[in-house]
């Protein structure tokens, strides 16, 4: 099946194309390679996990014909989207019993061949002709050899080209039984990395598996079940008893208890009435819902959750970057040693052995198989994880910088004190600012209206209105000019009243037609696991912690103080990306923690941005480079201390390939090492990988 969306900006547009057969990172470059060849392709980005590749392209230069037979002709397949399950399960069940068949003969061989090594089946073995055991070798490898031959016309050296040269060479030399064993452990070595793909594809598939198919909306007042796609934005759907939320919405009539688990990743259940915003996948408990669709499909939620976790294996990290060039050098210098074995030693044997112990798919894996372990682990605890770079980056972060409301606090202040100037009274003053802040998302907004309506008063509608970022709103009520917000938002002189600095409130000074009239103070309230939070932060070497705010100085600093931080207050926006763009100059990586709204330039301009409470939040999703999928701080070190432990893992991957490598060349040139233990050898690596790595799927600090 193939989506495709249009790139507004342009004529190109956006497919994402099935791709069947990977295996392992370097088939996803052969794909990459062939796919990106085709005239009209601007961009390919290929996923193993996914097995699907997203194209930029020109429609008018290249079909789907011409994408399917690069696809095919790399070795590969684009799986028919009329392709029936059954057709589907039967196509896996033969590739099963291939493969099946395929590993009971080598192991045959397998003890066989031992059992010739040991001198115990040299009669077995001198009995079977050679060129019954040849033919043996080539059916059972003929898929990789088939693979091998499509890859070396394209003129692309595979890990598979160096053993199929191994299994050539051994039957130059008459040793059918060595060819043979090397073609096992190829298949072996092909299942582990088929193992680990399937792995990764299975937490997508899961995720996948997650999102309702069908919906119950109401049509002619009648009640219809369709399927998801049909919904339309602004149908009522009906949600019953244990049955999962089909769209993003709000709750019109009903009452549940709702377990969000599938967006936060927080089995804790919340409960939503009439007015609240619910999220496709999650689950009604206890109580039916009727609500409003506002999101479908793709376009909600839990679709775009899915789609990040999908696109973040692209993102690679600069280690794995590192990595996939180092393969594509590694496979020709292998080569050389082997022709220098062979011209010095003369020795065709060890000159197989050089070829077969050479693992280059170890290399390719050991930095994605730790990624995508770290970022499905982040994805179950309510983390979004855009991709390996991140985590790389926030490995190796030494600053801090955090916003104040709705991150450190809880983004829901109230209004303590209204108090009037120039012989206004205090109700005035409040219904002004309620009527002027009537259309503005601040938390502060909601503070002052929400006030209003507790004392009764009617918010007028204002003529005009306008948000001034970091500062305030400006707007006319009742043909006055109102403004509400910092200080410096107006020039008016402003009273005296520094006992309220002291007190460490926030203040919005509210002016009607250039004269200061009134001051409204507000507080919020601090996050009960902030201290603790950042307290691990400190332990794991993070010291650099800066609170940034638009509060005056008299309302930073308390905080500050109170949590043993650094802060810099009356911020606007361009100021919090000044901020960090002068940490970035002297060389330190930034993280930026923000509540995704007011401070998605910043989140954008870190190295990497955190945005807390980001479900159901378009813009925290898109700006963010780490989306905390719930409001709670304590996520904070824990994605901090997973980025450090797969970092570890990762080196830790490289070093046991790298001292395997080094030295299964040199025992294989120095003709210690035969190739039929080169053969078994050459698997190790990729199972000391995949075990590694496994353990980032625990939730444990080691």
Known sequence: ?????????????????????????????????????????????????????ILRLDPS????????????????????SNESPAEARQTGYTH???????????????VVVIGEWLGLFEAITERVPFWLGAALVVISGWPVFRNVARATW?????????????????LAVGQWATAAVV??????????????????????????????????????????????????????????????????????????????????????????AAGARVFAATIAQLGSLRVRTERTGSDTTFGRVIRLVEEAEANRSDVQRFADKFSAYYLPIV??????????????????AVLVVACSCSIALATPVAMLAAIGNAARQGVLIKGGKYIETLARADVLLIDKTGTLTLGRPHIEEVIPF????????????????????????????????????????????????????????????????????TTAALPTVDRLGVEGKSRLWMSCDGEIVGLLTATDTLRNEIPVALQQLRAMGVDNIELLTGDHAAVAEPLAQLLGIGYRADLLPEDKIAVVKAHQAQGKIVVMVGDGVNDAPALAQADVGVAMGAAGTDVALEAAHIALMRD???????????????????????????????????????????????????????????????????????
């Open 335 to 352: 080569l050389a040693i082997a022709l220098l074995t062979l011209f010095i030693r003369q020795d065709a044997l060890a000159m197989a």
């Open 422 to 489: 120039n012989g206004m009274s205090a109700q005035a003053v409040l219904g002004l600012a309620a009527s002027a802040e009537r259309y503005s998302e601040h938390p502060l907004a909601d503070a002052v209206r929400i006030r209003a309506v507790e004392e009764g008063l009617t918010l007028q509608e204002p003529a005009q209105f306008s948000a001034v970022p970091g500062k305030g709103v400006v707007a006319e009520v009742e043909g006055r000019r109102v403004t509400v917000g910092s200080h410096t938002l």
């Open 154 to 170: 394209q003129r692309q050296i595979t890990s598979h080209t160096l053993m199929t040269i191994g299994v050539i060479a051994a």
């Open 632 to 702: 709670d701080w304590m996520l904070t070190p824990a994605v901090f201390a997973l980025a450090r432990r797969t970092m570890r893992v990762v080196k830790t991957n490289l070093f046991l390939t790298a001292v395997y490598n080094i030295a299964g060349l040199s025992l294989a040139a120095m003709g210690i090492l035969p190739p039929i233990l080169a053969a078994a050898a050459q698997s190790i690596p990729d199972l000391l990988i995949v075990g590694n790595s496994a353990r980032l799927l625990r939730n444990t600090k080691d």
């Open 183 to 272: 073609v096992f452990f190829m298949r072996v070595g092909d299942y582990v990395e088929r193992f680990t793909a399937e792995g990764a594809r299975k937490a997508v598939r899961n995720l996948t598996a997650m999102a309702p198919q069908q919906a119950r909306v109401v049509r002619d007042g009648a009640e219809v079940e369709v399927p998801v796609a049909a919904v339309q934005p602004g149908e009522i759907v009906v949600v019953r008893p244990g049955e999962k939320i089909p769209v993003d919405g709000v709750v019109i009539d009903g009452h549940a208890t709702i377990n969000q688990a599938a967006i936060t990743g927080e089995s804790l259940p919340v409960e939503a």
């Open 96 to 110: 099963k019993v291939w493969t099946v068949m395929a590993l009971v003969f080598g192991a045959v061989l397998f």
């Open 1 to 53: 099946m193939t989506n495709h969306t249009t790139d507004s900006s342009t004529h190109f547009q956006m497919l994402e194309l099935p791709v069947g057969g990977m295996d392992c990172a370097e088939c996803t470059r052969h794909v990459e390679h062939a796919l990106a060849a085709v005239p009209g392709v601007v961009s390919v980005q290929v996923l193993l996990s996914a097995e699907k590749a």
């Open 61 to 80: 230069a290249v079909s789907l014909d011409q994408l399917r037979a690069a696809v095919t002709d790399a070795g590969y397949s684009v799986p028919d």
